[in-house]
């Protein structure tokens, strides 16, 4: 038995692990025992990688759909057919009709190619990937009030700060191994503060949980800050020294009473007071967000919301404290990094600057475009309205984890062509006209980048199952097939080193120096050779961090005479994302039903309910049929679905609304109606699913 280091391929943590190999099979892992992060632990999920990639219920051979049937193509056919959709979708719609969804999940080299296939090679800007859905107004928000959207400090911060404040996170089931941080700083004297809706495990544990309204953020943070101005415990000697003017913000809020806060967030006034106190006298506060923030229509001025609380602290620039936004998937800050976001090249180079245009273009010998691209949901959109013909979803599942599932099916059915690459036959890889198998993370060389922008290798211990082939090497093959040369990189380090040298932010960064230490944190250039544990120290990227208003705006849709029930959704410890990995573990499957819809007692006693009794759930969009689990982790009106199961999936009826600056949808909040199921009828994963006959697309 081999034992091969690696990274963990599911969440943003990016746990140190060894992948135990025999007879060219992953037989089982282990933790690394010094890795910075993990420390020598592993969450279930990592424990159960070997089941989730396992050849088993792999694709391992192209596919091509004939009479809404798929057989088996040689890959030699299979890429010679996307070659020609994507040159006659160009042809018929020019280069606005094309596009690629990337993978945060793949490496970084997989999405460096990703986008440089979308932009040297399609022409077009339209690239983006799941960060559209996650954290982007961390990115547009931060990069106004600070000028970079990434965790400002470093995982071991939390073992230095006096308080951690967790606003919309549920950090014990989603980032396991911060959680379990949190609880041993909580353990050793740290003031623990949790702000969620849901009595999550960790706002049990919590020493201050504020059971805040749903989509009711801006109202508290707002009224935090107001309490906080009016008692003078501002922190004077860092706005003075390093944000521009205060007075708006001070303005802002001058008309407003904890009184008025309490009524809009459903928090006492004395709880209100004790936050705004410990918080503005910590002496290190570490502050972690997550979906409950980002995932609404006000996604962008929550985040600055919570910017405005951190600067008027002073609480970032230092060991234990920062704006902490945990980025979601194992390399989704890599994703974003290497410029799958249809406004940015690699390290976040504005598309639209022409010096930027001509560095490229010249380093990728070719001419580049100029308009900007699509999102995810844009191309989605415009191939509903005809505009947008050819598409490319590489690793992602967005018939489960997009807004509004019937939408998604009909925007399918619109394309003219859709090739998805994939490990396994997800819901929207059935959808595919053409299906190509893709090599999983134990599978590739390559490097993924945690939460705390920590870039670590990934090494192939296995080879992959049947014809799988890397994701950057599919993209090169078609990029000759499309008439560009420029991808025939000798290996992952060789692209690699391309990428550092057009990205400032990893100039300092080769696979030898990664392999020297556990990774290196970017920024990692000649003036910080061993990267940057920490951000903002001495100024922001904007130089004065920004102290900008904000006004709390409802959900935008809220409970009814027609749909009663606010519906929020979320994660659960044993599951991740649309569970194509996941639900391959029998361990992990045997955890938790599938489905499940979370609902207060006493709203299960007004419907007459009894605990995992089937209903129906209807939206103004879609209806479906799940098991109900009384509990009171959730408030009475407010019920909470997990996004992990087709069998239950809540995207049919979450709601699509955007926020206009990020175009992140509001998945935390819609309005459903729920009715019994005769108590002796299963719920049914048919019902609701018309629209999304697989057949017809
Ligand atoms: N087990 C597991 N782990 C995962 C994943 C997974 O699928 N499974 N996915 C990964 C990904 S992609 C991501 S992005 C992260 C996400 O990790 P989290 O950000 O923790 O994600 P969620 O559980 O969706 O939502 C967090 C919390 O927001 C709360 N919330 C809802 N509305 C509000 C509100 O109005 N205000 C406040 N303050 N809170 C609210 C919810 O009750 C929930 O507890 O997890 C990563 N880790
Ligand atoms: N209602 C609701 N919906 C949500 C959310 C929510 O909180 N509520 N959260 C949203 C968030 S934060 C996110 S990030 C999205 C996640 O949405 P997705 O990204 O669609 O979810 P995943 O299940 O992680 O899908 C990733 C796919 O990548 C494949 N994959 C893994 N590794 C590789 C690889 O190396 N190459 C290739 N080609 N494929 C690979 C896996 O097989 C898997 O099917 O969901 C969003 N949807
Ligand atoms: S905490 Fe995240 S990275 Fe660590 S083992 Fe669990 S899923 Fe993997
Ligand atoms: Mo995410």
């Known amino acids: ?203 049990r544990l919590a020493d201050i949980h504020l059971q805040v309204r749903l989509g009711s953020n801006i109202a508290l943070l707002n009224g935090l800050l107001q309490i906080i101005f009016a008692n003078g415990w501002e922190n004077r000697a860092f706005i003075d020294s390093r944000c521009e003017d205060i007075q708006p913000l001070r303005q802002h809020l001058a008309g407003l009473t904890p009184e008025q806060t309490s009524a809009a967030t459903g928090v006492t006034v004395a709880e209100l007071q004790r936050l705004a106190f410990l918080y503005s006298h910590a002496k290190a506060a570490f502050t972690a967000y997550g979906m409950g923030i980002t995932q609404f229509q006000s996604g962008t001025n929550n985040v600055i919301a919570v910017s405005n609380l951190v600067l008027v602290c002073g609480q970032i620039g230092r060991p234990g404290t920062g ?201 990692c250039d000649a003036a910080h050779p061993q990267g940057s544990p920490i951000l903002h120290e001495h100024s922001f990227p904007l130089g004065r961090g920004r102290l900008l208003p904000v006004t709390q705006v409802p959900p935008d849709e809220c409970p009814d005479a027609e749909y009663p029930f606010a519906m929020t959704t979320h994660r659960l410890h044993f599951h991740y994302g649309g569970g194509s990995m996941t639900r391959k573990s029998p361990l992990l499957e045997r955890e938790t039903p599938a489905g499940l819809l979370f609902m207060h007692p006493d709203d299960g006693e007004t419907l007459g309910l009894l605990n995992h009794q089937g209903v129906r759930v209807s939206s103004r969009r879609g209806y479906l049929e799940t098991r109900v689990q009384l509990t009171d982790d959730v408030p009475v009106g407010t019920l909470a679905m997990p996004y992990h199961f087709q069998e239950a999936p809540c995207n049919r009826l979450t709601n699509d609304a955007q926020d206009p600056i990020s175009k992140m949808p509001e998945l935390k909040a819609c309005a459903v109606r729920v009715e019994p199921l005769p108590p002796d009828q299963a719920p049914s994963a048919q019902a609701g699913s018309r629209e999304v006959d697989h057949a017809s697309l």
């Open 323 to 523: 704006i902490n936004p945990l980025r979601g998937q194992n390399n989704v800050q890599g994703a974003c990094d290497m410029g799958c976001l249809p406004n940015v090249y690699p390290g976040y180079q504005a598309v639209s600057d022409p010096a930027v245009q001509a560095r490229f273009a010249a380093a990728w010998a070719t001419e580049l475009p100029q308009a900007p691209g699509l999102t995810s949901q844009g191309m989605l959109k415009a191939a509903q309205h005809g505009d947008f013909r050819a598409l490319m979803i590489m690793g992602e599942d967005p018939l489960l984890t997009d807004p509004d599932q019937n939408q998604v099916a009909r925007a399918f059915a619109a394309l003219d062509f859709l090739v998805v690459v994939e490990l396994s036959l997800t819901e929207t890889a059935k959808c595919a006209d053409v299906l190509l198998p893709a090599a999983a993370f134990a599978e590739k060389d390559g490097t993924f980048t945690n939460c705390e922008r920590r870039v670590q290798r990934i090494r192939q211990a296995i080879a992959a199952p049947g014809l799988a082939r890397g994701d950057w090497q599919i993209l090169a093959e078609l990029a000759v097939r499309l008439g560009y040369p420029g991808m025939a990189w000798a290996d992952a380090e060789a692209l690699f080193a391309e990428m550092a040298a057009l990205t400032p932010a990893f100039s300092a960064i080769s696979y030898p120096a990664l392999d020297a230490n556990h990774g290196l944190q970017w920024p």
């Open 1 to 203: 038995m081999r034992v091969v280091p690696s990274i963990c391929t599911f969440c943003g943590v990016g746990c140190g692990l060894g992948l135990r190999v025999e007879d060219g099979r992953v037989i089982g892992v282990e933790p690394q025992p010094g890795h910075p992060v993990s420390q020598g632990q592993l969450c279930s999920k990592g424990w159960a990688t070997s089941f989730a990639i396992d050849p088993y219920k792999r694709l391992t051979q192209p596919m091509i759909k004939e009479h809404g049937h798929f057989r088996p193509a040689s890959w030699d056919e299979a890429l010679g057919r996307v070659a020609e959709e994507f040159r006659s979708a160009l042809d018929e719609q020019g280069p606005a009709g094309v596009g690629v969804i990337s993978c945060a999940r793949a490496t970084n080299e997989d999405n460096y190619a990703a986008q440089k296939f979308a932009r040297a090679v399609l022409k077009t800007h339209n690239i983006d990937h799941c960060a559209r859905i996650c954290h982007s107004p961390s990115v547009a928000g931060l990069a106004r009030t600070l000028g970079s959207g990434a965790m400002s400090n470093s995982i071991a911060d939390i073992d230095q700060a006096d308080l951690i404040l967790v606003i919309g996170a549920d950090v014990t089931e989603n980032h396991a191994m911060i959680g379990a941080r949190m609880l041993r700083a909580q353990a050793r004297g740290a003031t623990l503060v949790v702000v969620d809706p849901r009595k999550t495990r960790l706002a």
